[in-house]
């Protein structure tokens, strides 16, 4: 048996042995395959990137009213008897009792009733100041709603603290800052009223604030060009993914339950045309492409060549002239 008989056999003995084989109705993932998918687009990933960020700067710079956040500190206190520290601290009992305290404070902050009284009473305040001439920071009266004026406010407490921060939200920085000093000091004289304690300590006033809380530049755009890469880079995997194309033996193999015989490389450059000789059989001279060698019936090895040399036209050109 010749060698190319062999060859033949075993590969369809492969074949068949292949082909008799349970079918998995599974597709694999090459990570490498997808990893270089990624590697040959990174440019076009830093790109869709940029593009994200790019465009969320300028939403966020033109397109979105920044809002400012103005907050206050209040620290509750106590009507319990003793002198100086002792008579303005929580007693023990009121300690265990502070967390339904800031409860109750936070409903009354937000209640209907005390915010449209604050409402009313910088609407008043600053009807008297334009009335006296007297510069206001409000550049006009509240036109709010209790409902559109309830989700201003935020009223939070310091884990493990006796604290009541109240926050207002607002695009003008100093109408914030009023809102939350105001309603302040308007709510601790009601829960003096109200809950029987003494008047809670005011102990940090609202300031206006110099940047916006809301929404972060830096942020934004961060997300903006994370978020960019990786819809990109999902793209490129999906492609890769959903490519069927055969590219290597083992596509072959693996799809088609066939082995390969041989692989047959092309080398890059200009293809010749041209006379190639060898020694690989008996079928003569051939005429064919690239740098391939064809058979001459001599069996000795010849490059191929499509022009002679000079010597040897020379030769050729002397023996003629002898004959």
Known sequence: MDQNQYQYDTALAKRNAAASAPVEDTQEIDLLMLFNALRRHILVIIAVALVFALVAGI????????????????????????????????????????????????????????????????????????????????????DYEYEEFYSKIEVTNPTDTHIIKITVTDADPLLARDIANTLTYYVVDRLADIMGISVPNVYDQAVAPDSPSYPSLTKTVVIAFVLGAVIAAGVIIFIAVMDTTVKTAEDIENRCGMVTLTKVYYEGGKKKKGYGYGGYGSYGYGYGYGYGYYGRGDGKHHSGSDKKSKSEKESESDGGAKK
């Open 59 to 142: 939403v966020v710079q033109f397109f979105i009213t920044p809002l400012y956040e103005a907050t206050t500190s209040t620290y509750l206190v106590s009507t319990s008897g003793g002198t100086g520290l002792a008579q303005q601290l929580l007693s023990a009992a009121d300690l265990s009792l502070s967390n339904s305290i800031i409860g109750d404070y936070s409903d009354i902050i937000k209640s209907r009733t005390v915010l449209e009284a604050v409402i009313n009473k910088m609407n008043a305040d600053y009807d008297a100041q334009v009335a006296a001439g007297v510069p206001t920071t409000m550049k006009e009266r509240l």
